[in-house]
C-alpha cells in the first residue's frame, strides 16, 4: 500500500496533465507534451490511473461506488439521497446526476489510461523493458474495467482508445460487442502480468484472469469465462479463507489469500464512510443504506433449503439455524454490536447498553429516532469499527475480486456451456462448506445448478457491488424489482414464511400478516427500458452523435 500512496501526493500535482492540451509548456508543473519522459513519469502516470478507483459521488458520503451499487437492486435501500433511489425505484432520466457521475468518472479514467498508454513510448529508451511492460498491462486492466462498468450500465458506449482533442471529441456510440472485443484483448495483452505481487492493492495476473472471466461471464462467452477462471485458480496463490467474517475486517485483510484485487485505504488519503452510512443510530450511524427484508429472508436454513421449505425454520426466531453469511452480512434485531444490544421492534424504547459495567439500560436510539433503520436491519459487512469514534474514516478495504467470486464464475459459465462435471460442483461446494452449508448433492440438473450458483452469488457477494449486473444479465431484474419495497413488520414478526422461488426471491402473498409489513416505497421497473441506464443529457447535448437508450 506505501508503494501505491506515496506518489499520491505528487500525481496530485499533475491533475489535468491527462485531460488538456497546453500551448505553452508550464515553468513549475509538467507538460503533457514533454510528461512521460523517465520510468518515475511513468509511474506516476500509472498511479494516476490507479487513482481514479477511489470514486465517490454526492450519492456516496465518499463511499466508493462499488457497494453503493447494490442499492439499485431487490437487496437493498437508501434513504437518503434522491439520485440513488431514483435508479433504484425506476424513474431516472436523462438529468439523473448518480449516472452523469458514473459515466463522467469512467471517461474521465480511460482518459488518464489512454494517455499514458499513447505517450509512454517517450520513456521506452531509458526504462526497464519488464517494468515498461508491467505499466502497460496495468493501464490496459484499469482501462478495461471502466469499459466493462460501462457497457454493463449503458450498452453500446464510445470506445475512445487514444487521446482526443476538443475537434474529436464527437463520437458515436460503439456496439457493445465490439466494445467487448476490445476489454478482452486489453486483458490477454496484460497476462504478461506476474502471478504474485509484493505490494497489496497492485494488478497480479490473477486480478487480470479474474477480470477477464467476470466480463467473459457477464457478455455470455461462457468459454472464454471457464478458461480465465480456470487458470486463475490454476494460479496456486488463492485460497477461500477459513472465516468469511475476517474478510471484511482489517486484521482479516492483511493476512488474507482470498483478495486477488482491493483498494488500499489510509486514514490520511484515501478512506471510505461506509460504517457511518450504515451502521446503527446506538453506535452513532446513519442507518441510511439498509437492507430489505428479502434479502434477509433469502438466506437458506442450514440444512440447505429455503425457509418456506425447511423444517428448521421457526417464524417466531427466524434468525436460527440459517446461512452463517446471513448475520455476518445482515445485522439482524436480537444481536450485540458495538456494545449495543440492536433491537428494531418499535415497543422496545430501551436497550441494552454492555459496554458498562454492570450493562445499562438505555434509550433505544433504533426504534426511537425517525431516521432508524427504515427496513428493520442494517448491512454488518464491511462496518467494522477499527475506531468508534472515527466512523467516516475507515480503512476497511474494499474487494473489487476475490477468489470465492472466480469459483463461482467458473462454475456458472460451465453450467451455462453445458459442461457439467465434478470441478462445477467442487467449485461450488468450496464456497458452501465454507459458510458451514451442506455440499451439493450429485447429479443436479442444468437448471438446478443454475439456480443453485446464483443463489450462492446473492448470499456471498451482497453489498459488493456485483448484484445489479446480475439481475440484468439473468434478466430477472423485471421480476424481481418491481413493486413494494418491504421492511420487517415494525412491532412484530411474519406469522409464516414467504414462498421462496428458484432464485432465492420471497414473495410475500402467502404471508398471512403481510399487511403488517412497512412499505418503504413502490418501485417500477419497464423491461423495454430499465435494464439500461439513460446516456446524461449533458453529453448528448455536447456530443450531438451520441443516440439516447430506448424509452427515455
Same mark, same amino acid.
Not at 505528487?10 to 489535468?16: K, M, N, P, S, Y
Not at 421457526?314 to 444490544?341: H, W
Not at 464456497?431 to 445448478?449: C, F, I, N, W, Y
Given at each position: 500500500?506505501?508503494t501505491?500512496?506515496?506518489y499520491?501526493?505528487?500525481?496530485l500535482?499533475? %491533475? ?14 509538467p507538460s503533457?507534451?514533454?510528461?512521460l !519522459? +523517465? ?10 490511473c ?6 465517490? +459521488?454526492?450519492? !456516496?458520503y465518499?463511499?466508493?461506488l ?5 442499492v439499485y437492486t ?14 433504484g ?14 459515466w /463522467?468518472?469512467a471517461?474521465?479514467?480511460?482518459g488518464r489510461?489512454n ?6 513510448s517517450?520513456?521506452?529508451d531509458?526504462?526497464n523493458?519488464d517494468?515498461?511492460?508491467?505499466i ?14 460501462? +457497457?454493463?450500465l ?9 487521446p482526443? /482533442? ?6 458515436? &456510440? ?5 466494445v *467487448?472485443?476490445q476489454i478482452?484483448?486489453?486483458l ?5 502480468l506476474p502471478?504474485?505481487v509484493s505490494v497489496?492493492?497492485?494488478?497480479s $495476473?490473477?486480478? *487480470?484472469?479474474?477480470?477477464k472471466? $467476470?466480463?467473459?461471464l ?7 469465462a471457464?478458461?480465465?477462471a ?9 485460497q477461500?479463507? @477459513? #472465516?468469511y467474517e475476517?474478510?471484511f /475486517? ?9 483478495i486477488i484485487f482491493?483498494?488500499?485505504l ?6 471510505? #464512510? ?5 451502521n446503527s443510530r446506538? /453506535? ?5 443504506? *439498509?437492507p430489505?427484508q428479502?434479502?434477509?429472508d433469502?438466506y437458506?436454513c ?14 417466531l @426466531?427466524?434468525f436460527?439455524?440459517r446461512?452463517?453469511r446471513?448475520?455476518?452480512t445482515?445485522? %439482524? ?10 433491537e +428494531?421492534?418499535?415497543?422496545?424504547i430501551?436497550?441494552w447498553?454492555?459496554?458498562t459495567n454492570?450493562?445499562?439500560r438505555v434509550d ?11 427496513t428493520g436491519?442494517?448491512?454488518k459487512?464491511?462496518?467494522y469499527m477499527?475506531d468508534?469514534?472515527?466512523l467516516?474514516?475507515s480503512?476497511?478495504?474494499?474487494i473489487m ?8 464464475m467458473y ?8 459442461q457439467i462435471?465434478?470441478?462445477?460442483y ?7 462448506? =465454507?459458510?458451514?452449508?451442506p455440499a451439493? $448433492? ?6 438446478e445448478?443454475r439456480?443453485? *450458483?446464483r $443463489?450462492?452469488r @446473492?448470499?456471498?457477494l451482497?453489498?459488493e457491488?456485483?448484484r445489479l449486473?446480475d439481475?440484468r444479465r439473468w434478466?430477472?431484474?423485471?421480476k424481481?424489482m418491481?413493486g413494494?419495497?418491504l421492511?420487517?413488520?415494525p ?11 428458484q ?5 410475500? =402473498?402467502?404471508v ?5 409489513? &412497512?412499505?418503504?416505497e #413502490?418501485?417500477?421497473f ?10 446524461p443529457r449533458i453529453e448528448?447535448?455536447?456530443? @450531438?452523435a451520441? %443516440?439516447?437508450n430506448?424509452n427515455?
Amino acid at each position: 500500500m506505501k508503494t501505491i500512496i506515496k506518489y499520491i501526493s505528487i500525481c496530485l500535482t499533475i %491533475v489535468g496533465v491527462f485531460s488538456c492540451s497546453l500551448d505553452r509548456y508550464p515553468l513549475d508543473a509538467p507538460s503533457d507534451q514533454t510528461f512521460l !519522459a +523517465t520510468e518515475n513519469e511513468l509511474e506516476m502516470a500509472l498511479t494516476g490511473c490507479y487513482n481514479q478507483l477511489y470514486f465517490g +459521488t454526492e450519492a !456516496a458520503y465518499n463511499i466508493t461506488l462499488y457497494p453503493i451499487m447494490d442499492v439499485y437492486t431487490d437487496i437493498a435501500w437508501e434513504r437518503a439521497v434522491a439520485s440513488v433511489q431514483q435508479l433504484g425505484s425506476g424513474i431516472a432520466d436523462p438529468d439523473n446526476t448518480q449516472s452523469l457521475a458514473i459515466w /463522467t468518472q469512467a471517461y474521465k479514467a480511460i482518459g488518464r489510461s489512454n494517455f499514458l498508454l499513447t505517450n509512454m513510448s517517450r520513456a521506452k529508451d531509458v526504462t526497464n523493458p519488464d517494468v515498461y511492460n508491467r505499466i502497460a498491462a496495468e493501464a490496459r486492466f484499469l482501462r478495461a474495467y471502466w469499459y466493462m462498468l460501462l +457497457t454493463e450500465l449503458y450498452g453500446d458506449v464510445p470506445l475512445i482508445l487514444e487521446p482526443q /482533442t476538443l475537434t474529436e471529441a464527437e463520437v458515436a &456510440r460503439t456496439p457493445k460487442s465490439q466494445v *467487448v472485443d476490445q476489454i478482452l484483448q486489453d486483458l490477454t495483452e496484460s497476462e504478461i502480468l506476474p502471478a504474485e505481487v509484493s505490494v497489496k492493492g497492485r494488478i497480479s $495476473k490473477g486480478a *487480470v484472469l479474474a477480470l477477464k472471466a $467476470k466480463i467473459a461471464l457477464y457478455n455470455e462467452r461462457w468459454e472464454v469465462a471457464a478458461d480465465a477462471a480456470e487458470k486463475c485458480m490454476k494460479l496456486g496463490v488463492y485460497q477461500l479463507d @477459513k #472465516n468469511y467474517e475476517d474478510l471484511f /475486517t482489517n486484521p482479516g485483510q492483511a493476512a488474507s489469500k482470498e483478495i486477488i484485487f482491493s483498494l488500499q485505504l489510509d486514514k490520511t488519503v484515501w478512506y471510505h #464512510n461506509i460504517a457511518l452510512g450504515c451502521n446503527s443510530r446506538m /453506535t452513532r450511524g446513519y442507518s441510511s443504506k *439498509v437492507p430489505t427484508q428479502a434479502m434477509v429472508d433469502s438466506y437458506e436454513c442450514t440444512d440447505g433449503l429455503s425457509i418456506d421449505k425447511s423444517p428448521l425454520y421457526d417464524p417466531l @426466531k427466524p434468525f436460527d439455524n440459517r446461512d452463517s453469511r446471513l448475520k455476518v452480512t445482515i445485522l %439482524v434485531p436480537g444481536e450485540v454490536y458495538g456494545g449495543y444490544q440492536f433491537e +428494531t421492534h418499535r415497543d422496545s424504547i430501551k436497550c441494552w447498553n454492555y459496554n458498562t459495567n454492570p450493562a445499562t439500560r438505555v434509550d433505544n436510539q433504533d426504534a426511537l429516532n425517525a431516521y432508524a433503520s427504515f427496513t428493520g436491519y442494517i448491512w454488518k459487512k464491511y462496518t467494522y469499527m477499527e475506531d468508534a469514534d472515527a466512523l467516516n474514516r475507515s480503512t476497511v478495504s474494499f474487494i473489487m475480486l476475490r477468489y470465492a467470486e472466480v469459483l463461482l464464475m467458473y462454475a456458472e459459465s460451465k453450467i451455462e456451456a453445458n459442461q457439467i462435471d465434478n470441478s462445477v460442483y467442487d467449485a461450488i461446494n468450496q464456497v458452501r462448506t =465454507r459458510a458451514q452449508m451442506p455440499a451439493l $448433492k450429485q447429479g443436479l440438473s442444468q437448471a438446478e445448478l443454475r439456480s443453485a *450458483v446464483r $443463489k450462492e452469488r @446473492k448470499y456471498e457477494l451482497a453489498l459488493e457491488g456485483h448484484r445489479l449486473f446480475d439481475i440484468r444479465r439473468w434478466k430477472i431484474a423485471e421480476k424481481v424489482m418491481p413493486g413494494e419495497l418491504l421492511g420487517r413488520i415494525p412491532k412484530g414478526l411474519l406469522s409464516n414464511a414467504p414462498a421462496i422461488d428458484q432464485w432465492g426471491t420471497p414473495d410475500y =402473498r402467502n404471508v398471512s400478516n403481510k399487511s403488517e409489513m &412497512r412499505v418503504i416505497e #413502490n418501485r417500477l421497473f419497464d423491461p423495454a427500458r430499465d435494464y439500461l441506464y439513460p446516456i446524461p443529457r449533458i453529453e448528448m447535448e455536447t456530443n @450531438k452523435a451520441l %443516440v439516447q437508450n430506448p424509452n427515455y
